[in-house]
């Protein structure tokens, strides 16, 4: 199975998490302006909230990837109130014709003093168990 994975980040969380997922599953964690060219089975996809939409640098990214080369999307995050980017990310990729896998990986993300240290160690760890999951 060929994985990617690709991240977008404001201020460092979702790359954290990017980097303990792409370590357990043996690709590199790099960020959005890099295309995704060559196929990825599973393209694993960290993104986050902010002032509750998707960035829409996140949102072109998702739309202009080639359903023949990304088999499926794997949505993970840390936003600090809201849960779960899913939705605003399968209404892109419903539109790019990729599929969505109903599991996804969330944990809250520190954010002006609330969410201290999160992602934190846990965090990363549950993120990478996640991600081996995923793989099986
Ligand atoms: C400018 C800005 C706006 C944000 N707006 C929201 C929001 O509307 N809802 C929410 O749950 N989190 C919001 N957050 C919190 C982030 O989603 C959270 O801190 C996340 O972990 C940031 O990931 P990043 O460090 O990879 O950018 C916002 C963060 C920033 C910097």
Request: proline residues 4%; hydrophobic residues 40%.
């Amino acid at each position: 199975m060929t994985v990617a994975v690709r991240y977008y980040t404001k201020t460092g969380n979702t790359r954290r998490l990017a980097e303990a997922i792409a370590k357990a599953v043996n690709a590199e964690a790099l960020p959005i302006s890099v295309p995704v060219d060559e196929r990825a089975d599973i393209l694993f996809l960290g993104n986050s909230y902010y002032a509750f939409t998707i960035d829409p640098e996140v949102r072109d990214f998702v739309r202009s990837l080639d359903k023949d080369k990304v088999g499926r999307i794997v949505n993970f995050g840390s936003a600090a109130m809201l849960n779960s980017t899913y939705r605003k990310v399968k209404a892109e990729a419903d539109k790019a014709g990729i599929p969505m896998d109903e599991r996804e990986f969330h944990c809250k993300g520190e954010f002006k003093g609330i969410h201290k240290g999160r992602p934190n160690e846990e965090d990363l760890k549950a993120a990478a168990a996640f991600a081996r999951k995923i793989m099986e």
